[in-house]
């Protein structure tokens, strides 16, 4: 969702908007923004016991100075490859994260699929399946929403 | 413990057979869409796929390989005898590493080094091998040959040198047939979870293994020449907010055989270590420090020894650019016998420049300062790391 607010003092602002989108099995409705850095920096990985967290990337949230990149991993593309292949030789992870075409793409894997997590522009969720995680317990489009620039 | 030299012959043999296995590469990061096309199409990108078979008929392999080479020039000036020099290209480890996805919940890893020594012979070490199961993320439990847990370093950068800042391991965790003092590598099984709450986050991690042979290089890998147990506790908390403190205690314990080989080790000895690290990672700097105190006790004739040694980095990151600087230093009691002569104690200061040409390879410069027993040396050190 694109959200364009106005005081009588500025220009208008374009904001961009990101959601946490989750598979339907996953029982979690609002985390904090510790959380979502955790899970997105493979430190916690399970969601419940047996049911591993694995992450969906679309190719426009690894894109430099992308909202994923800059706001959640503070990284930049290179920086998240020697993440990955860190967590790899660290035995953290035995398979990398996939990367999709597209925010669309990503939201209807995690829809359709088990223990999926991404991170898409808002505007991408509207009319899909998969669930949108409160943060802090705001959802997207509310006052106070965390994850925005 | 080598498990063997092989002469160059086998070790072609066998790097060949590793290099085919290269086929099923993964990327680090797995692009869904991979398998297509490189030709430009109007249709839209096909979401994930997968070979047909390929997760039917055997697990899911990712094997990467990390190497370097390293060229070193060292100035000495020996007490009472004058200065000399050593200069010297050397090949490092080539290492093999093999990460396989069994199960959801179920993951192998193997680290294989290849390692040339002085007399041009290639020796080949398993350096970890072991099978995980995952219950979730507060319990796993896996088997086989770990690093032990001993800290971050050790768990943290393995044999890759790439990923570590600096040239070389610090002293004091040092691999066991390197000179180190520290049992590394724990054959038996291995246990950990972790915990959060917010901001922080709690880890236990521990290693139940054979323990260590007659000598410090002896990892007992095949059999262990006494029953008891060799036990390692290392607990960490954690802390999130511009950047990531890690920090908590580790104990070691275990019952090293006695070495008839070598005159006044006839005795069994009791190996306790206490040690403590703390971590700090940002987007600008990192922390890295470790104590340990070693402490052999001969259960023969009551002998004490304590071998404190500890490391303290600091890394600055400019992006590519990572200037780095610390402090190592090793106080090994040389009246210990169970490390023999080869191990002495060493204090050294250290600066140097990394410059990450790309995320795959790294240029190190280093400048040391060593002081050893009647030898105060300085040493220039290039290394260029790299992964593939």
Same mark, same amino acid.
């Given at each position: 969702?694109?959200?364009?607010?106005? +005081?009588?003092?500025?220009? &208008?602002?374009? @904001?961009?908007?990101?959601?946490?989108?989750?598979?339907?099995?996953?029982?979690?409705?609002? *985390?904090?923004?510790?959380?979502?850095?955790?899970?997105?920096?493979?430190?916690?990985?399970?969601?419940?016991?047996?049911?591993?967290?694995?992450?969906?990337?679309?190719?426009?949230?690894?894109?430099?100075?992308?909202?994923?990149?800059?706001?959640?991993?503070?990284?930049?593309?290179?920086?998240?490859?020697?993440?990955?292949?860190?967590?790899?030789?660290?035995?953290?992870?035995?398979?990398?994260?996939?990367?999709?075409?597209?925010?669309?793409?990503?939201?209807?894997?995690?829809?359709?699929?088990?223990?999926?997590?991404?991170?898409?522009?808002? $505007?991408?969720?509207?009319?899909?399946?998969?669930?949108? @995680?409160?943060?802090?317990? /705001?959802?997207?489009?509310?006052?106070?929403?965390?994850?925005?620039? | 413990?080598?498990?063997? +030299?092989?002469?160059?012959?086998?070790? =072609?043999?066998?790097?060949?057979?590793?290099?085919?296995?290269?086929?099923?590469?993964?990327? &680090?990061?797995?692009?869904?869409?991979?398998?297509?096309?490189?030709?430009?199409? #109007?249709?839209?990108?096909?979401?994930?796929?997968?070979?047909?078979?390929?997760?039917?008929?055997?697990?899911?392999?990712?094997?990467?390989?990390?190497? #370097? /080479? $390293?060229?070193?020039?060292?100035?000495?000036?020996?007490?009472?005898?004058?200065?000399?020099?050593?200069?010297?290209?050397?090949?490092?480890?080539?290492?093999?590493?093999?990460?396989?996805?069994?199960?959801?919940? /179920?993951?192998?890893?193997?680290?294989?080094?290849?390692?040339? #020594?002085?007399?041009?012979?290639?020796?080949?070490?398993?350096?970890?091998?072991?099978?995980?199961?995952?219950?979730?993320?507060?319990?796993?439990?896996?088997?086989?040959?770990?690093?032990?847990?001993?800290?971050?370093?050790?768990?943290?950068?393995?044999?890759?040198?790439?990923?570590?800042?600096?040239?070389?391991?610090?002293?004091?965790?040092?691999?066991?047939?390197?000179?180190? @003092?520290?049992?590394?590598?724990?054959?038996?099984?291995?246990?950990?979870?972790?915990?959060?709450?917010?901001?922080?986050?709690?880890?236990?991690?521990?290693?139940?293994?054979?323990?260590?042979?007659? $000598?410090?290089?002896?990892?007992?890998?095949?059999?262990?020449?006494?029953?008891?147990?060799?036990?390692?506790?290392?607990?960490?908390?954690?802390?999130?907010?511009?950047?990531?403190?890690?920090?908590?205690? *580790?104990?070691?314990?275990?019952?090293?055989?006695?070495?008839?080989?070598?005159?006044?080790?006839?005795?069994?000895? $009791?190996?306790?270590?206490?040690?403590?690290?703390?971590?700090?990672?940002?987007?600008?700097?990192?922390?890295?420090?470790?104590?340990?105190?070693?402490?052999?006790?001969?259960?023969?004739?009551?002998?004490?020894?304590?071998?404190?040694?500890?490391?303290?980095?600091?890394?600055?990151?400019?992006? =590519?650019?990572?200037?780095?600087?610390?402090? #190592?230093?090793?106080?090994?009691?040389?009246?210990?016998?169970?490390?023999?002569?080869?191990? +002495?104690?060493?204090?050294?200061?250290?600066?140097?420049?990394?410059?990450?040409?790309?995320?795959?390879?790294?240029?190190?410069?280093?400048?040391?300062?060593?002081?050893?027993?009647?030898?105060?040396?300085?040493?220039?050190?290039?290394?260029?790391?790299? *992964?593939?």
């Amino acid at each position: 969702m694109t959200v364009v607010t106005t +005081t009588w003092a500025e220009a &208008p602002a374009v @904001v961009e908007e990101y959601a946490v989108v989750v598979s339907p099995d996953v029982d979690v409705k609002s *985390m904090d923004l510790e959380r979502v850095r955790r899970l997105f920096l493979l430190r916690e990985r399970y969601w419940r016991p047996g049911r591993s967290v694995k992450l969906i990337f679309s190719e426009d949230s690894v894109e430099p100075r992308s909202f994923l990149l800059e706001r959640i991993y503070r990284m930049n593309y290179s920086g998240l490859r020697r993440l990955i292949v860190e967590k790899l030789y660290q035995e953290e992870i035995d398979l990398a994260p996939k990367v999709v075409a597209s925010d669309e793409v990503a939201v209807a894997f995690v829809a359709s699929g088990r223990g999926l997590i991404a991170l898409v522009r808002t $505007t991408a969720t509207t009319g899909a399946g998969a669930k949108v @995680v409160a943060i802090d317990g /705001v959802l997207p489009g509310m006052p106070g929403y965390a994850l925005r620039r | 413990m080598r498990l063997g +030299t092989l002469r160059r012959r086998a070790v =072609k043999v066998a790097t060949a057979l590793c290099l085919s296995a290269a086929t099923l590469l993964i990327p &680090p990061v797995a692009r869904a869409d991979d398998g297509d096309s490189a030709e430009p199409t #109007d249709e839209p990108a096909r979401p994930i796929g997968r070979e047909f078979g390929a997760s039917d008929i055997a697990p899911r392999l990712s094997l990467h390989g990390f190497a #370097d /080479v $390293t060229a070193t020039a060292y100035f000495d000036d020996v007490d009472g005898v004058g200065t000399s020099s050593r200069n010297y290209f050397a090949l490092g480890e080539l290492d093999l590493f093999l990460v396989s996805h069994l199960a959801d919940n /179920v993951s192998f890893l193997s680290e294989i080094v290849f390692e040339s #020594d002085t007399d041009a012979e290639v020796a080949v070490e398993l350096e970890r091998i072991f099978i995980k199961y995952t219950v979730s993320d507060r319990f796993w439990i896996s088997l086989g040959r770990h690093h032990t847990a001993f800290g971050d370093w050790n768990e943290t950068y393995h044999h890759g040198l790439l990923l570590q800042p600096t040239v070389a391991r610090p002293e004091v965790v040092q691999f066991e047939d390197h000179g180190g @003092v520290l049992p590394v590598h724990s054959v038996g099984f291995a246990l950990g979870g972790r915990v959060f709450k917010r901001s922080w986050g709690f880890e236990y991690a521990a290693n139940i293994g054979n323990g260590r042979g007659p $000598t410090s290089r002896d990892v007992q890998t095949g059999s262990d020449l006494n029953d008891q147990k060799a036990v390692t506790l290392r607990l960490t908390a954690s802390h999130e907010a511009k950047g990531r403190l890690l920090f908590g205690p *580790m104990v070691h314990f275990d019952k090293i055989p006695p070495n008839p080989a070598v005159p006044g080790r006839e005795g069994e000895l $009791t190996e306790r270590i206490v040690g403590a690290y703390l971590t700090y990672r940002d987007d600008r700097f990192e922390l890295l420090s470790e104590y340990y105190y070693i402490r052999h006790e001969d259960n023969l004739t009551g002998a004490r020894y304590n071998s404190p040694g500890y490391f303290l980095i600091g890394v600055v990151d400019f992006g =590519k650019l990572k200037p780095y600087g610390g402090y #190592d230093r090793l106080d090994v009691d040389t009246d210990d016998l169970f490390y023999g002569p080869e191990i +002495t104690p060493l204090k050294r200061g250290l600066v140097g420049l990394r410059w990450d040409l790309n995320s795959f390879n790294a240029l190190k410069f280093e400048f040391r300062h060593d002081i050893r027993p009647g030898v105060h040396s300085n040493g220039f050190v290039v290394q260029t790391a790299f *992964m593939f």
